[in-house]
């Protein structure tokens, strides 16, 4: 018990080599904070979405399905227009449906069909979107048509 109360005395009687003052502290912890703050409000650059590269029909190019190529899907469209409507000939999604463009998600809606397909990359000419229909990954590549 004795030596217990020793090194006690002894850690805190002793000159610290690290003397944190009471002002570097609260600099340290300010920085700290603006520092947090500022990385926490960076963009994500997958939620600056512009809609208007959407609009038009998109030709399927190449297709996966839990990472491996697939040719089930060999003439899949989207065609998506202004008003929030969107047509597609994707199994089990098949027909009209309306859109709504969320972040970097596409949710698409109907009476029969709650899907939602994630922007991977979208530029004037090509669309990535990866989706999950029944319990399957799929990550399709596709082209703006010129019709």
Do not use: H
């Not at 520092?35 to 994500?44: E, H, I, K, R, V």
């Not at 003439?75 to 098949?94: I, V």
């Amino acid at each position: 018990m004795i030596a217990v109360k020793q090194l006690a005395f002894n850690f805190f009687e002793q000159p610290n080599k690290f003397n944190y003052t009471t002002d570097s502290m609260r600099n340290l912890f300010l920085y700290l904070l603006i520092s947090s703050t500022l990385l926490a409000c960076g963009a994500d650059p997958k939620s600056d979405i512009d809609a208007n590269l959407l609009t038009g029909k998109w030709q399927l190019k190449e297709a996966t399905k839990n990472g491996s190529p697939t040719v089930m899907l060999g003439d899949l469209y989207f065609d998506f227009d202004e008003a929030g409507k969107m047509q597609t000939n994707m199994p089990t999604m098949d027909g009209a449906s309306e859109y709504e463009l969320n972040g970097s998600t596409i949710e698409q809606r109907s009476d029969q069909v709650k899907n939602d397909y994630e922007i991977e990359s979208l530029t004037a000419t090509e669309l990535i979107l990866m989706t999950e229909i029944q319990g399957m990954a799929f990550r399709l590549s596709l082209n703006k048509s010129e019709e």
